[in-house]
Protein backbone atom coordinates (compact mmCIF):
# COMPACT_ATOMS: atom_id res chain seq x y z
CA UNK A 1 0.00 0.00 0.00
CA UNK A 2 1.21 3.43 -1.40
CA UNK A 3 1.25 6.62 1.04
CA UNK A 4 -2.24 7.62 0.11
CA UNK A 5 -4.82 9.64 2.48
CA UNK A 6 -6.08 8.14 5.84
CA UNK A 7 -9.15 8.54 4.31
CA UNK A 8 -9.04 6.43 1.48
CA UNK A 9 -7.89 3.79 3.99
CA UNK A 10 -10.66 0.90 4.73
CA UNK A 11 -10.29 -1.09 7.55
CA UNK A 12 -11.74 -4.44 7.50
CA UNK A 13 -12.34 -5.52 10.99
CA UNK A 14 -12.10 -3.83 14.24
CA UNK A 15 -11.71 -5.67 17.74
CA UNK A 16 -13.49 -2.98 20.22
CA UNK A 17 -12.75 -5.02 23.41
CA UNK A 18 -12.09 -5.94 26.09
CA UNK A 19 -8.57 -5.55 27.55
CA UNK A 20 -7.42 -8.90 29.16
CA UNK A 21 -10.01 -10.85 26.80
CA UNK A 22 -7.12 -12.67 24.52
CA UNK A 23 -6.82 -9.93 22.51
CA UNK A 24 -3.10 -9.72 22.41
CA UNK A 25 -3.44 -13.61 20.88
CA UNK A 26 -5.48 -12.52 18.44
CA UNK A 27 -3.30 -9.61 17.32
CA UNK A 28 -0.20 -11.91 17.27
CA UNK A 29 -1.71 -14.93 15.79
CA UNK A 30 -3.85 -12.67 12.77
CA UNK A 31 -0.16 -10.60 12.09
CA UNK A 32 1.17 -13.99 11.12
CA UNK A 33 -1.53 -14.47 9.23
CA UNK A 34 -0.35 -14.09 4.95
CA UNK A 35 -4.26 -12.37 4.35
CA UNK A 36 -3.93 -10.04 7.00
CA UNK A 37 -1.96 -6.72 8.03
CA UNK A 38 -2.33 -5.35 11.84
CA UNK A 39 -0.58 -1.94 12.86
CA UNK A 40 2.59 -2.10 14.09
CA UNK A 41 1.72 -0.90 17.25
CA UNK A 42 -1.20 -3.29 18.29
CA UNK A 43 -3.88 -0.80 20.63
CA UNK A 44 -3.17 1.97 17.68
CA UNK A 45 -6.03 4.73 18.12
CA UNK A 46 -7.16 5.31 15.03
CA UNK A 47 -9.38 8.66 15.54
CA UNK A 48 -8.62 11.59 17.07
CA UNK A 49 -10.77 13.07 20.02
CA UNK A 50 -13.72 14.80 17.36
CA UNK A 51 -13.93 11.33 16.07
CA UNK A 52 -11.76 11.91 12.33
CA UNK A 53 -9.57 9.58 11.33
CA UNK A 54 -5.93 10.95 12.31
CA UNK A 55 -3.57 11.29 9.63
CA UNK A 56 -0.49 8.98 11.21
CA UNK A 57 -3.28 5.91 10.31
CA UNK A 58 -1.78 5.09 6.69
CA UNK A 59 1.38 4.76 8.52
CA UNK A 60 0.32 1.69 9.82
CA UNK A 61 -0.52 -0.28 7.24
CA UNK A 62 2.31 1.12 4.48
CA UNK A 63 2.81 -2.39 2.29
CA UNK A 64 -0.18 -3.73 3.51
CA UNK A 65 -1.50 -3.54 -0.24
CA UNK A 66 -4.72 -5.58 -0.45
CA UNK A 67 -4.50 -7.79 2.66
CA UNK A 68 -7.13 -7.77 4.94
CA UNK A 69 -6.45 -4.54 7.11
CA UNK A 70 -7.47 -4.89 11.24
CA UNK A 71 -7.13 -2.63 14.37
CA UNK A 72 -7.00 -3.71 17.93
CA UNK A 73 -8.46 -0.24 19.75
CA UNK A 74 -9.45 -2.80 22.76
CA UNK A 75 -10.37 0.03 24.57
CA UNK A 76 -12.53 2.63 22.95
CA UNK A 77 -15.59 0.06 23.17
CA UNK A 78 -16.16 2.16 26.71
CA UNK A 79 -16.87 5.48 24.71
CA UNK A 80 -20.68 6.04 24.66
CA UNK A 81 -20.35 7.31 20.89
CA UNK A 82 -17.16 4.82 19.61
CA UNK A 83 -19.70 2.91 17.61
CA UNK A 84 -21.11 5.71 15.84
CA UNK A 85 -17.44 7.27 15.03
CA UNK A 86 -16.43 3.99 13.61
CA UNK A 87 -19.55 3.48 11.20
CA UNK A 88 -19.30 6.90 10.29
CA UNK A 89 -15.52 6.76 9.19
CA UNK A 90 -15.73 2.89 8.69
CA UNK A 91 -19.13 1.73 7.24
CA UNK A 92 -18.13 -1.64 6.54
CA UNK A 93 -15.74 -3.02 8.91
CA UNK A 94 -16.39 -5.98 10.86
CA UNK A 95 -16.52 -5.70 14.70
CA UNK A 96 -15.40 -8.15 17.23
CA UNK A 97 -15.84 -7.98 20.77
CA UNK A 98 -13.98 -10.45 23.44
CA UNK A 99 -15.57 -10.81 26.46
CA UNK A 100 -14.47 -13.03 29.98
CA UNK A 101 -16.40 -13.23 33.42
CA UNK A 102 -15.77 -9.53 34.55
CA UNK A 103 -14.32 -10.86 38.05
CA UNK A 104 -11.65 -13.09 36.26
CA UNK A 105 -10.94 -10.05 34.06
CA UNK A 106 -10.86 -7.57 36.67
CA UNK A 107 -8.02 -10.08 38.72
CA UNK A 108 -6.39 -10.63 35.41
CA UNK A 109 -6.31 -6.65 35.05
CA UNK A 110 -4.67 -6.30 38.36
CA UNK A 111 -2.39 -8.89 37.94
CA UNK A 112 -1.07 -7.96 34.57
CA UNK A 113 -0.81 -3.98 35.84
CA UNK A 114 1.18 -4.92 38.87
CA UNK A 115 3.24 -7.50 37.45
CA UNK A 116 4.31 -3.97 35.03
CA UNK A 117 4.51 -2.46 38.22
CA UNK A 118 1.81 0.19 37.35
CA UNK A 119 0.29 0.22 41.17
CA UNK A 120 0.83 1.76 43.96
CA UNK A 121 -1.07 -1.49 46.15
CA UNK A 122 0.15 -4.39 47.68
CA UNK A 123 -3.18 -6.12 47.31
CA UNK A 124 -6.34 -6.83 45.10
CA UNK A 125 -8.58 -5.57 47.76
CA UNK A 126 -6.44 -2.13 47.66
CA UNK A 127 -6.32 -1.67 44.02
CA UNK A 128 -10.06 -2.27 43.77
CA UNK A 129 -10.86 0.86 46.03
CA UNK A 130 -8.51 2.77 44.26
CA UNK A 131 -9.95 1.67 40.88
CA UNK A 132 -13.77 2.50 42.38
CA UNK A 133 -12.13 6.11 43.60
CA UNK A 134 -10.42 7.10 40.62
CA UNK A 135 -12.57 4.97 38.13
CA UNK A 136 -10.10 2.80 36.52
CA UNK A 137 -9.72 -1.07 35.45
CA UNK A 138 -12.94 -1.96 37.13
CA UNK A 139 -14.65 -0.12 34.16
CA UNK A 140 -13.90 -3.04 31.73
CA UNK A 141 -16.19 -5.10 33.32
CA UNK A 142 -18.98 -3.36 31.98
CA UNK A 143 -20.20 -5.09 28.47
CA UNK A 144 -24.12 -4.66 28.51
CA UNK A 145 -24.81 -1.34 27.12
CA UNK A 146 -21.78 -1.27 24.50
CA UNK A 147 -23.00 -4.48 23.25
CA UNK A 148 -26.55 -2.94 22.96
CA UNK A 149 -24.93 0.09 20.78
CA UNK A 150 -22.93 -1.79 18.48
CA UNK A 151 -25.12 -4.67 18.15
CA UNK A 152 -27.73 -1.66 16.60
CA UNK A 153 -24.81 0.28 14.73
CA UNK A 154 -23.13 -3.24 12.95
CA UNK A 155 -26.20 -5.54 13.08
CA UNK A 156 -25.13 -9.10 11.52
CA UNK A 157 -21.23 -7.15 11.22
CA UNK A 158 -20.58 -7.88 14.98
CA UNK A 159 -19.35 -11.09 16.26
CA UNK A 160 -18.74 -11.55 20.18
CA UNK A 161 -16.31 -14.54 21.62
CA UNK A 162 -16.61 -15.80 25.05
CA UNK A 163 -12.90 -15.80 26.55
CA UNK A 164 -14.46 -19.35 28.17
CA UNK A 165 -14.95 -20.54 24.62
CA UNK A 166 -11.39 -19.55 23.30
CA UNK A 167 -9.42 -20.92 26.47
CA UNK A 168 -11.16 -24.21 25.75
CA UNK A 169 -10.45 -24.50 21.86
CA UNK A 170 -8.56 -21.48 20.44
CA UNK A 171 -8.38 -22.84 17.21
CA UNK A 172 -11.75 -23.51 16.63
CA UNK A 173 -12.50 -19.64 17.84
CA UNK A 174 -9.86 -18.52 14.98
CA UNK A 175 -11.35 -20.39 12.88
CA UNK A 176 -14.96 -19.02 13.37
CA UNK A 177 -12.82 -15.41 13.81
CA UNK A 178 -10.99 -15.59 10.00
CA UNK A 179 -14.70 -16.92 8.44
CA UNK A 180 -16.00 -13.60 10.11
CA UNK A 181 -13.07 -11.57 8.54
CA UNK A 182 -13.70 -13.12 5.29
CA UNK A 183 -9.79 -15.27 5.10
CA UNK A 184 -10.60 -18.54 3.51
CA UNK A 185 -6.69 -19.44 3.33
CA UNK A 186 -5.72 -22.25 5.63
CA UNK A 187 -3.01 -21.46 8.57
CA UNK A 188 -1.24 -22.23 11.11
CA UNK A 189 0.25 -20.26 14.22
CA UNK A 190 2.95 -21.14 16.34
CA UNK A 191 0.58 -19.62 18.75
CA UNK A 192 -2.53 -21.65 18.83
CA UNK A 193 -1.60 -23.36 21.66
CA UNK A 194 0.61 -20.37 23.52
CA UNK A 195 -1.48 -17.78 25.30
CA UNK A 196 0.37 -14.00 24.93
CA UNK A 197 0.36 -11.57 28.30
CA UNK A 198 -0.59 -13.89 30.53
CA UNK A 199 -1.03 -13.03 33.56
CA UNK A 200 -0.17 -15.49 36.39
CA UNK A 201 -0.91 -15.73 40.52
CA UNK A 202 2.71 -14.51 41.38
CA UNK A 203 3.34 -13.93 45.25
CA UNK A 204 6.84 -13.16 46.36
CA UNK A 205 7.96 -14.44 49.46
CA UNK A 206 10.20 -10.88 49.73
CA UNK A 207 9.70 -7.48 48.44
CA UNK A 208 12.61 -7.27 47.01
CA UNK A 209 12.00 -10.16 44.23
CA UNK A 210 8.90 -8.41 43.56
CA UNK A 211 10.54 -5.49 43.01
CA UNK A 212 12.70 -6.83 40.70
CA UNK A 213 10.59 -8.57 38.68
CA UNK A 214 8.57 -5.46 37.75
CA UNK A 215 11.87 -3.84 36.90
CA UNK A 216 12.67 -5.98 34.67
CA UNK A 217 9.26 -6.44 32.94
CA UNK A 218 9.37 -3.03 32.69
CA UNK A 219 12.95 -2.28 31.78
CA UNK A 220 12.77 -5.11 28.59
CA UNK A 221 8.77 -2.72 27.27
CA UNK A 222 11.14 0.40 27.81
CA UNK A 223 13.71 -1.46 25.54
CA UNK A 224 11.88 -2.99 22.69
CA UNK A 225 11.04 0.79 21.46
CA UNK A 226 14.46 1.28 19.57
CA UNK A 227 16.07 -1.03 17.41
CA UNK A 228 19.30 -1.54 19.75
CA UNK A 229 16.99 -2.45 22.43
CA UNK A 230 15.05 -5.08 20.56
CA UNK A 231 18.12 -6.82 19.83
CA UNK A 232 18.98 -6.95 23.15
CA UNK A 233 15.53 -8.53 24.11
CA UNK A 234 15.40 -10.90 21.33
CA UNK A 235 19.43 -12.09 22.42
CA UNK A 236 18.03 -12.70 26.32
CA UNK A 237 15.24 -14.43 24.72
CA UNK A 238 17.47 -16.61 22.80
CA UNK A 239 19.54 -17.44 25.84
CA UNK A 240 16.18 -18.58 27.82
CA UNK A 241 16.77 -15.44 29.93
CA UNK A 242 12.57 -15.47 29.73
CA UNK A 243 12.82 -19.26 31.15
CA UNK A 244 15.39 -18.44 34.07
CA UNK A 245 13.44 -15.57 35.25
CA UNK A 246 10.19 -17.78 35.43
CA UNK A 247 12.30 -20.02 37.39
CA UNK A 248 13.00 -17.51 40.03
CA UNK A 249 9.68 -16.26 40.55
CA UNK A 250 8.47 -19.69 40.73
CA UNK A 251 10.79 -20.11 43.54
CA UNK A 252 9.57 -17.58 45.48
CA UNK A 253 5.92 -18.31 44.99
CA UNK A 254 4.03 -18.02 48.21
CA UNK A 255 0.56 -19.34 47.33
CA UNK A 256 -2.72 -17.84 49.82
CA UNK A 257 -4.29 -20.26 52.27
CA UNK A 258 -7.21 -22.45 51.61
CA UNK A 259 -9.57 -20.22 53.52
CA UNK A 260 -8.64 -17.34 52.00
CA UNK A 261 -9.49 -17.99 48.29
CA UNK A 262 -11.56 -19.41 45.84
CA UNK A 263 -10.81 -21.34 42.71
CA UNK A 264 -9.86 -18.23 40.72
CA UNK A 265 -7.58 -17.02 43.20
CA UNK A 266 -9.17 -14.15 44.82
CA UNK A 267 -10.54 -13.87 48.48
CA UNK A 268 -14.32 -15.06 48.91
CA UNK A 269 -15.49 -12.05 50.06
CA UNK A 270 -14.03 -9.86 47.25
CA UNK A 271 -15.63 -12.71 45.13
CA UNK A 272 -19.01 -11.67 46.45
CA UNK A 273 -18.42 -8.07 46.29
CA UNK A 274 -17.57 -7.95 42.79
CA UNK A 275 -20.70 -10.44 41.46
CA UNK A 276 -22.75 -7.79 43.24
CA UNK A 277 -20.67 -4.83 41.55
CA UNK A 278 -21.08 -6.42 38.11
CA UNK A 279 -24.56 -8.30 39.19
CA UNK A 280 -27.13 -6.00 36.72
CA UNK A 281 -24.39 -5.86 33.93
CA UNK A 282 -24.12 -9.62 33.91
CA UNK A 283 -27.55 -9.96 33.99
CA UNK A 284 -28.25 -7.81 31.11
CA UNK A 285 -25.38 -9.21 28.97
CA UNK A 286 -26.78 -12.74 28.98
CA UNK A 287 -30.47 -11.32 28.25
CA UNK A 288 -28.41 -10.03 24.74
CA UNK A 289 -25.93 -12.57 23.82
CA UNK A 290 -28.39 -15.43 25.23
CA UNK A 291 -25.40 -17.07 27.19
CA UNK A 292 -24.00 -16.75 30.73
CA UNK A 293 -21.01 -14.77 31.03
CA UNK A 294 -20.11 -16.27 34.49
CA UNK A 295 -18.68 -19.77 33.86
Known sequence: MSRNSSSDLQI??????????????FYKVLQEHPEVCVPKKKEFMPFDTDGNIRDSLVDQFLGCNKKKKGMFPIS????????????????NTKIIFCIRNPIERAYSHYQYLNKKGSLKTDTFEQAINDSL????????????????????VFEKNLLVIQYSDFKKNPKHILEITC???????????????????????????THVISKFTQFIYKKSSTYQQSIFGRRIVSFVKSIGGVYILDWIISQHKVPMSKNEKTSRGIKIETTIFLEKYYYSDIVKTKEIINRNIVL
Do not use: C, H
Open 179 to 205: KFIGITKPFKSKYISYYINQSNNRFYK
Open 133 to 152: NINGFLKYGFYAKALERYIK
Open 76 to 91: FFIEKGSADVIKKNFP
Open 12 to 25: DFMFVGVPRSATTW
